[in-house]
């Protein structure tokens, strides 16, 4: 390679032909099993459930209903853990386990603001900043990706509509995955302080992120950044505290009666469930199943081919969690995707440099005979 030329848009240059032809069979190949044998399940409007005794009445059901009435009543002056439990078994909800009971802090949060509303404002803002962040990220890593904005922009629209659309913003899991992004972006920008802080956040605001902390606190731990490492240790331990006394509080709570899922939380859903955490992008809610097969497709070549600290940090995320859901979660656990859509995103919007330098890696060349020279 020239030494004056740039450098590779991705990783995938460095292969050669035959590797980088072994890597589009098996690509071609997985993408053929998935859409034969490994669809996703159908969009959550399909799944038919049981009516509770919450819907016999005519009462609004599912988990943006509950948590606003719980945001409701805190609003009114009333104590989230009381409130929690009357609301949880009015609704449906199993309650004999800890890990039905959602901790405190978002609906605290709004609940406790002047206006409620407040709390879609700032949950708003922080999209906003998030998608502005991925931008600046993104162009600082390579300019040509500033060629890509819109089609980065589109994509990106889905996993952030949750924060602009009616009461969802609510839910702690759509402010958990803005959390976790941010904190992907501050890694981009070099500001290690800020991702740990905006991932310790997440944590706060969903349990669900703590892979993600861990993940990082293990990068910083191998990349051997004490001060950062610091951080997260003293974070998760204040974490952990915060989390013990909120189990402690809701055993108090849990009465003899209280019921349980019928089944665990293991249900090694596989390829299927985890396509159908991808498909809670919004962008792919109306589209056909075999088209969330190809996106996470080409989520996975982008990534797999971003040769960057941020590339590792977000390949290793989106990896780590797509396992995690392999093996973990029911079929209404699907908004769990909504912690990794963003990071899918910039991965599909690096994916045409990926297939583009895997393209010509495998081209066939001729051989290069050496020249004699002539006297």
Same mark, same amino acid.
């Given at each position: ?17 035959w ?15 998935? #859409?034969?044998?490994? !669809? ?6 399909? +799944? ?6 919450a819907?016999?009445?005519?009462w ?6 509950l ?29 004999r ?13 709004i609940?406790?603001?002047? $206006?409620?509303?407040?709390g879609? +404002? ?5 999209? $906003? ?6 931008f ?9 990706? $500033?060629?890509r !904005? ?16 009616g009461?969802?913003?609510?839910? *702690?899991i ?14 981009g ?6 991702g ?17 902390? #861990?993940l ?9 950044? &004490? ?28 009465? *003899?009666?209280a ?7 293991v249900?090694?859903?596989a390829l ?29 070549l ?9 590339g590792?940090?977000t ?11 392999s ?22 919007? &690096?994916a ?24």
């Open positions: 390679m020239d030494p004056k030329s740039p450098p590779p848009a991705t990783g995938y240059a460095r292969l050669t032909p590797q980088a032809r072994c890597v589009l069979v098996g690509l071609v190949l997985l993408v053929i099993f998935t #859409l034969v044998a490994a !669809m996703p399940p159908p969009p959550m409007w399909n +799944v038919q459930t049981p009516a509770s005794e819907e016999k009445k005519g609004k059901i599912g988990d943006v209903a948590y606003r009435a719980e945001v409701d009543r805190i609003h009114a002056g009333e104590n989230y853990y009381l409130v929690a439990a009357e609301e949880l078994p009015r609704r449906g909800y199993p309650t386990s800890v890990f039905n009971w959602r901790t405190p802090l978002p609906m605290w949060l609940g406790n603001m002047p $206006f409620i509303v407040l879609k +404002v700032l949950l708003c803002a922080l999209g $906003f900043l998030t998608l502005v962040l991925t600046v990220t993104a162009s600082r890593e390579n300019p040509r990706l $500033f060629q !904005m819109v089609p980065m922009a589109v994509l990106m629209f889905g996993p952030l509509l949750p924060c602009f659309i009461d969802v913003f609510v839910m *702690p759509v402010w958990a995955g803005v959390f976790m992004m941010l904190s992907l972006c501050a890694y920008l070099k500001r290690p302080y800020w740990a802080t905006a991932g310790l956040a997440a944590v706060f605001f969903r349990e669900l992120a703590l892979p993600y902390c #861990l990082a606190a293990g990068l910083a731990l191998w990349q051997r950044r &004490r001060g950062e490492l610091a951080v997260w240790i003293a974070g998760l331990a204040g974490w952990a505290v915060f989390y013990g006394l909120h189990c402690w509080l809701v055993t108090q709570l849990i009465t *003899p009666d019921t349980a899922h019928s089944e665990g939380w249900q090694f859903g299927p469930f985890v396509l159908a955490t991808v498909q809670m992008n919004f962008c792919l809610y109306l589209m056909p199943s075999w088209i969330t097969v190809l996106y996470f497709a080409a989520a996975m982008g990534l797999a081919g971003w040769h960057s600290d941020m590792l940090r390949g290793l995320c989106v990896c780590m969690y797509g396992v995690a859901f093996i973990a979660g029911h079929e209404f656990n699907r908004y769990w995707g909504l912690l990794v859509t963003m990071p899918i995103c910039v991965g599909v919007v &690096r045409p440099a990926s297939l583009a330098e895997l393209w010509e890696a495998g081209k066939w060349r001729a051989r290069q005979v050496p020249q004699i020279a002539t006297p």
